[in-house]
């Protein structure tokens, strides 16, 4: 299916925040693509929960959960302010939608809606 994303000839610029949260890490970034089809990181931002998990040998989901809500809206404003832009430069937002830990990805597209609307 192509859009105005995938088509092979996009007719401006376009800056994309994509937000990851389906396990146990929080990141953003920032990627420009340009109309040429070329595509630059502008930003990546990752949190990590390693220390949070480790006494539990792994990936404990609720814990993951709960540290994706305290940490999201800290990566998405670094990772847009690493990139030297605003939000209101967005042209599209992306967010894992699956497979994964439910907990971190409906806090991810939770975060993804809510800085669409």
């Given at each position: 299916?192509?859009?105005?994303?995938?088509?092979?000839?996009?007719?401006?610029?376009?800056?994309?925040?994509?937000?990851?949260?389906?396990?146990?890490?929080?990141?953003?970034?920032?990627?420009?693509r340009?109309?040429?089809?070329?595509?630059?990181?502008?930003?990546?931002?990752?949190?990590?929960?390693?220390?949070?998990?480790?006494?539990?040998?792994?990936?404990?989901?609720?814990?993951?959960?709960?540290?994706?809500?305290?940490?999201?809206?800290?990566?998405?404003?670094?990772?847009?302010?690493?990139?030297?832009?605003?939000?209101?430069?967005?042209?599209?937002?992306?967010?894992?939608?699956?497979?994964?830990?439910?907990?971190?990805?409906?806090?991810?597209?939770?975060?993804?809606?809510?800085?669409?609307?």
């Amino acid at each position: 299916m192509e859009n105005s994303l995938t088509a092979a000839s996009p007719t401006r610029d376009q800056l994309v925040l994509g937000i990851e949260s389906s396990c146990d890490d929080t990141a953003a970034a920032v990627v420009r693509r340009l109309a040429n089809g070329e595509r630059r990181i502008l930003s990546n931002v990752t949190q990590s929960q390693f220390d949070r998990h480790a006494a539990y040998g792994g990936v404990v989901p609720e814990i993951a959960a709960r540290a994706h809500v305290e940490r999201i809206d800290g990566v998405i404003a670094q990772a847009i302010e690493k990139s030297g832009h605003t939000y209101s430069d967005l042209t599209a937002i992306a967010a894992t939608a699956g497979p994964g830990l439910i907990g971190g990805v409906m806090v991810g597209l939770t975060a993804a809606k809510g800085l669409a609307l």
